[in-house]
């Protein structure tokens, strides 16, 4: 059985015209790590209640000799280690030592291809072994840049390969090189995986089989059975066939509530004969990645205890989205609330040469990106083949859609994030979904990262509690701070200057020590 929904904001289609946009290149430029860590400056106030560091991960380096990389997702992951401790704050950052980083280090050239760059063949070979070399398949990079993720107590850095690296979260320092395919038959996972109150964690990955591609659940075990235990006890829960097998869905993160997993089959495509072939033709992994406006959004829902998926499947027009807000059950409804947009070319569009673009070239790129917006769609739980055909299956008198981070899975009225009046986040916005009223931090020429929301000890309400966001700007040199921000009315609290250039990332956590 198959339901049509529709999201309880107007699907449209939201393009701006902007003007005189400023140039960000410093924020997509390489930098210096600093491995041991140094004092900050505060000023104002950071509350002594907050004990533990905020972790960051990102791209860092962006060339090696004369080589440089295409894409924005292809740079050297930089990890940063914020230290918060009685109203101080010390900084340090570390390169992961990643197969990647080291081999491009030692040749002073790229090695390893990444999403956006190939690798060259190695001008050293003779011309016959140059050209064999384009017959051969390229191993997936281990730069994990995207994210620091947790399984079983330890910190892991993750991308969207088959490799993750379990590093110190004090010290940033490598440990270990951990492989997905060792453990379970998946070429890879996200970097967003979702947990269980008892520390159980889920997360999804694709495998590529003789009969096409899958997606598959995966469940990773909270239990250690030694110091060594990686990803041991890790489990497929269910796999999904894609609509077409040879051109898979791409997804960078997935939703979870209390009793379901719930995975979006979005248009952007992965042709994996054109990604296959990729080396042979001359062309990067990306080339293979597209967007089909023609085919429908389709939402699965999968069982969490039984691993099965449920007999309906949930329609809604051509969407992407990368990120989900929450997903929860109440009254016999799954809600899922996400960030999308009606256009899914954005992935391709965070090319270095784009992001570093100023004039007109960078107004026109930003205002041919469609917005992403936040939307929620409402799933409808209990449906049987007796249920009636053409009747709108929303009952919920706080919702208007038709037809169908500390409160994650959880009914929840505030949620917390960046705005982008530029190709980056500009601004950090706090959401009232009950009063549909919401609060900015901007400042002028201040880009800030994800926020992060700390609940306070003696919390009453679900506001209670400090923001953080790492802020960069490019109009002044080494002018980088930790800014705090009272989760309740948006105010700045206080914040700790940090005397070295950060480069703009993309996610990290908060890792508590109290």
Known sequence: MSIWIFAAAAQKTYFTKVHGLPNITPLVSSVQETPEPIPTTVKGTIPTWIHGSLLRNGPG?????????????DGMALMHRFQIEDGQVTYRSRFLCSDSYTQNSERNRIIVSEFGTLALPDPCKNFFQRFLSRFEMPKPTDNASVNFVKYKGDYYVST???????????????????????FIAVNGATAHPHFDPDGTAYNMGNSYRNKGAFYNIIRVPPERDGPEDTLEGAKILCSIAPRDKSKPSYY?????????????????????????????????????????????TIFHLIDKQTGKEMPVKYYTKALSTFHQINAFEQDGFLMLDMCCS?????????????????????????????????????????????TPLEQNLNTRPDSTATDCKIYNTKPYRYYYGCGFRHLVG???????????????????????????????????????????SVIITPVKDKSTFLLVLDAKTFEELGRAEVPVNIPYGFHGVFNSSA
């Open 342 to 386: 009606d256009d899914g070319q954005s992935i391709n569009n965070f090319l270095i040469q784009n992001l570093r673009q100023s004039g007109e070239a960078l107004d026109e790129m930003y205002n041919t990106m469609s917005r992403p917006y936040p939307r929620r769609f409402v799933l409808p739980l209990n449906i049987t083949s007796e």
């Open 426 to 468: 500009d601004s950090l916005i706090k959401m009232d979904l009950e009063s549909k009223k919401f609060k900015v931090w901007r400042q002028p020429d201040l880009y800030p990262s994800e926020p992060v929301f700390i609940l306070s000890p003696n919390a009453e309400e679900e506001d209670d509690g400090v923001i953080l």
């Open 252 to 296: 960078h993160s997935f939703g979870m509530s209390e009793n379901y997993v719930v995975f979006i089959e979005q248009p952007i495509k992965m042709d994996l004969f054109k990604i296959v072939t990729g080396r042979l033709r001359g062309k990067s992994l990306n080339e293979g990645v597209y967007w089909d406006p023609n085919q429908e």
């Open 160 to 182: 969207e390969t088959n490799c993750m690296h379990r590093v110190d979260p004090d010290t940033l320092e490598s440990k270990q090189k951990v492989d997905w395919s060792k």
């Open 61 to 73: 380096k962006f060339e090696f000799g004369n080589q440089h990389y295409n894409h924005w997702f």
